[in-house]
């Protein structure tokens, strides 16, 4: 294994660090128990939080700021953060119009949640996410998994907080979006979590793991190397099936966000490459692609790898996503 | 090899078009020959151009819009793009004001940018990047190599073009820029060129390349694998020590932009640690980091490693440095 680390004990902080101090307009870190905030506290808003296992940057922290989350509470590599990271985190920013929760669907994260809900003296809810089509229950969750829709229902939802929308109505937004968001992953690479220091699975040199996930976790099979255009052939008719299955009405010429999402070591030519192949497919499917977005949002350590994701978008959506946010990770409009 | 890629004779058109398609508010593809120009084309300012080998993204291409790039002449990967098409983008943008050429400092990039030069009719001018301190002369350049820094000369001299700024004092700045800025980085592996089908070279599982250029070269030497202090350290020392060879001025506190380029494959929360190893070096040696840049933004294909530039500030630099951009791969103040 290499990797840019020093002592194992001391990656995970030192990363944060870093990432404080590079962003340090944008956002503190506080020790015992980890969490990153907004620099500059909005008041008078729901305060929005999200968090997770390491290795998925630039979520979550790289999403605080304005126009998205409030908080990020990182847990170890691909581990979920543990409650108490949530509930100082919630109690350091909350407002009285309360705390939103946006949790990834995976079994961990869900229970530690919950925990640091349960002990919150602030109103809260919770948004979980489960935008990946490849599978329902899967290695590390009951339901479905989680994935690159996330940061989709994180922008959104964090506009319509800045507006100072009610505890329900952002949560009402976030569960919407979701729903209207399917994803699908492949992997070309397993990923290596650095206290394993091996790679996460095997996999042949001419293997790729289709609907995988973003800790490696299988997928739907294991096949034979593809060209892009098959792959993402596969995805796309994963993901339309999955809106089908869901309901969404797609009468008219439905309108959508496509994101592109890169799992960490696929080069940008390639991400590219896949989003030509995607919106080629979906145009033939009478499907508009008005929003997009391509690069490395939801990441799996070193893997290489990327997925799909399609959001049905309506005029609220749009407005949300197209609003000015200020991030590490995304910005536009400040 | 596994690559996102249908036949090997579309991935650079594939790519480009999908660029093109997912940037439609901002870029315009034109072909034969290839060039993405502004959608909106800014009237009586410098254009700015920049090209080069594929593989780099989202250097150039990822760069033309307000406040940057005017133009981009993407050639195949790893490989020069032909006069022609310099030629042709220079005729489609040019203002009264005249034609900057910026151009990596490789010996094929700067036989075709000359050789546009010549041909075209317009008055204009060419400032050559040459950050890369870790050798002089190497496989593809007489001299030292242009490398991440030229991001840094890019977004400056995008910035005072935007005023109406001459010809001259554009490329003034842009090699004040260029002399300001050191740059060094490190291979963990190598990066696979899609039409070779195998690693531009060959590296042990305990071994890394210090210097090494953005194209997979030969650097300073061949080393056991390090702790990420001791990399970042043995990168600041070169860079220090580059900036005392340039004669540049150290004296007060000098203020500094710090870079921390991936390469492409090399996770953000191991650039993020690299910085708080540099972040922290840098400011032993007195040195204030008051601007930051961490991500990819001068790639190697799927290269896992990194690079630390680091441009010593001044008012100028920062105001220009500071001021809006609108581009695919940077953005702020739009």
């Not at 229902?153 to 507006?163: D, I, Q």
């Given at each position: 294994m290499k990797k840019f680390i020093n002592k194992l004990d001391d990656v995970l902080i030192e990363s944060l660090s870093g990432f404080a101090q590079a962003h340090a307009d944008l956002v503190n870190l506080s020790l015992n128990p980890h969490f990153l905030s907004r620099k500059k506290p909005a008041a008078n808003k729901v305060a929005l939080i999200s968090g997770g296992g390491?290795?998925?940057?630039?979520?979550h922290a790289?999403?605080?700021g304005y126009g998205m989350l409030d908080a990020a509470c990182p847990g170890h590599v691909f581990t979920s953060p543990t409650p108490d990271q949530m509930l100082t985190a919630a109690e350091h920013i909350a407002s009285d119009k309360g705390v939103l929760f946006i949790v990834k669907n995976y079994a961990g994260d869900v229970m530690n949640f919950e925990m640091a809900a349960e002990m919150l003296s602030v109103e809260n809810a919770t948004v979980y996410t489960s935008d990946d089509c490849a599978v329902v229950n899967s290695t590390y969750t009951e339901g479905r998994r989680g994935v690159a829709g996330t940061v989709i229902?994180?922008?959104?939802?964090?506009?319509?907080?800045?507006?100072g929308a009610s505890l329900a109505d952002c949560k009402a937004l976030g569960e919407k979006v979701n729903v209207r968001t399917s994803?699908?992953?492949?992997?070309?690479?397993?990923?290596t979590v650095p206290a394993a220091g091996r790679p996460t699975f095997a996999i042949g040199d001419n293997e790729i793991e289709m609907g995988v996930g973003i800790h490696g976790e299988p997928g739907r099979h294991r096949v034979k190397m593809q060209e892009a255009d098959a792959i993402v052939n596969e995805c796309v008719k994963a993901i339309l099936a999955d809106w089908q299955q869901k309901q969404l009405c797609l009468k008219g010429q439905p309108e959508a966000l496509l994101l592109v999402n890169g799992f960490g070591a696929t080069p940008l030519m390639e991400l590219y490459l896949i989003y030509h192949s995607a919106a080629t497919l979906l145009k033939k499917h009478g499907i508009a692609i008005s929003r997009s977005l391509v690069g490395n949002y939801t990441t799996a350590l070193d893997m290489a790898g990327a997925s799909v994701s399609l959001c049905l978008?309506?005029?609220?959506?749009?407005?949300?996503?197209d609003s000015p946010v200020h991030t590490a990770a995304l910005r536009w409009g400040c």
């Open positions: 390491s290795g998925h940057e630039p979520l790289g999403y605080i229902v994180e922008k959104c939802v964090g506009s319509l907080a800045e507006t994803s699908m992953g492949v992997a070309l690479t397993s990923c978008l309506d005029d609220e959506i749009k407005h949300h996503w």
